[in-house]
C-alpha cells in the first residue's frame, strides 16, 4: 500500500501561483511514476501531467503545459506541482496518484493508489 497525501491548496488570484505538494509513504516512492489530476465541479477528472520514477521526463496536458511544473524528490518521498499563470478556470481539487505502470500514463484508471485531494481556487 502507498499513502498519498496533498498540501498546498487555497485561494489565489489570477495570475499567482501556488505549490502542491504530496508526501508518500508505504512503499518505495521510487518504485512508482507519479501524476497529478485534477477535478473541477460537475466535470470529470482531468490528467494535468506525469513524472516517472527518475523525475525525467514529465509530461503535461495541453491545457497546463508551460504554466504547470511537475518535479519530485525521492529522498522526501514528496511529488510537487508548481502552478504559476494560474487561471480561473484552473479552479478544481488537485489529486495526486501512484502508479506501477510505464511511460506516459495518462489514464486514470491505470494509477494505484490516490490522495485525499486540495482544493486549489483561482478569483478572477
Known amino acids: 500500500q502507498v499513502q498519498l497525501v496533498e498540501s498546498g491548496g487555497g485561494l489565489v488570484q489570477a495570475g499567482g501561483s501556488l505549490r502542491l505538494s504530496c508526501a508518500a509513504s508505504?512503499?518505495?516512492?521510487?518504485?512508482?511514476?507519479m501524476g497529478w489530476f485534477r477535478q473541477a465541479p460537475g466535470k470529470e477528472r482531468e490528467f494535468v501531467g506525469t513524472?516517472?520514477?527518475?523525475?525525467?521526463?514529465?509530461y503535461y496536458a495541453d491545457s497546463v503545459k508551460g504554466r504547470f511544473t511537475i518535479s519530485r524528490d525521492n529522498a522526501k518521498n514528496t511529488v510537487y506541482l508548481q502552478m504559476n499563470s494560474l487561471k480561473p478556470e484552473d479552479t478544481a481539487v488537485y489529486y495526486c496518484?501512484?502508479?506501477?505502470?510505464?511511460?506516459?500514463?495518462?489514464?486514470?484508471?491505470?494509477?494505484?493508489?490516490w490522495g485525499q485531494g486540495t482544493q486549489v481556487t483561482v478569483s478572477s
Open positions: 508505504g512503499r518505495t516512492f521510487s518504485d512508482y511514476r
Open positions: 513524472i516517472s520514477r527518475s523525475g525525467s521526463p514529465t
Open positions: 496518484a501512484a502508479t506501477s505502470g510505464f511511460g506516459r500514463v495518462v489514464t486514470g484508471t491505470k494509477y494505484d493508489y
